[in-house]
């Protein structure tokens, strides 16, 4: 593979950043003007949020086992076993629910609209689909940054809510709490700025898996194995940017509410 020189790789990259800047803004234009693909919005929120609702749960709810395991593990030593509600509620509202909803969700879609997206940019569906007078972004990619957007809120909040469930099991099964006492906890620990935290950062967080994947589906080129690269590249670059905007608005909440 022949070396490409800095200012070539430095090209490519600024001109891969308005690219997807540019595709991103349409889309979100779009959200505003019509004409509106109604039926594209809701197919793609079954597809994106029920499709994904198992492998949330389930993500959720042993996280929230695991993190009672071993907060109980930590507080014994201090005492303060009865505190393993309001750590688990605080890890699972703040941080674990949103962050890996928003990684499972990306590694199940993202793929999906690289591959489904690069599937038709190769086979010419899109260049034939804007002969005839339509709007590729709005009719493929606005669709689907509604639905995930949308979706991935509520699935934040059934991951949170499985993901305590998953705790308390494990605190009165395991570790002999008393459930009331372990629910009081969980409910007592939260307060305001905690869940605006919590359900913000799915709002981000779908937005990237959406344009991510759809950016690289729009842009494959090379046949076949154009889009297994494409697949590749949208599931690594909008699951670090993830990783990335979690720690922004972290700090951003921390500054504002403290």
Known sequence: MPLVSPEVFAKERIAAVQGYSLLAGRAIANIFSGPRYWADIYTQMDAIGVG???IVVLTGFFTGCVL????????R??????????????SMVKELGPVLTGLMVSGRNASGMASELGSMKVTEQIDAMRALGTDPVRKLVTPR????????????????AVGVAG?????????????????????????????????????FSGFIIATVGCYYGM?????TQGVGRSTTQAVVVSSVFIIVVDFLISRAMIGIFN
């Not at 009672?68 to 507080?75: E, H, P």
Request: hydrophobic share 50%; net charge neutral.
């Open 52 to 54: 994904s609702l198992p």
């Open 77 to 90: 030593e201090f005492g303060a076993v009865s505190m393993t509600g309001n750590l688990v509620a605080l």
């Open 145 to 160: 940054l509604i639905a995930t957007v949308f979706m991935l809120f509520f699935l934040t909040i059934v991951s949170d």
């Open 167 to 203: 705790g308390a099991l494990v605190s009165v099964t395991l570790l002999g709490l008393n459930p009331s006492s372990y629910l009081h906890n969980s409910y007592r620990a939260l307060v305001y700025p905690d869940v605006i935290q919590g359900l913000t950062k799915p709002l």
């Open 219 to 223: 842009n494959t080129k090379g046949g």
């Open 68 to 75: 009672a395991l071993q907060s109980a593990t930590a507080l």
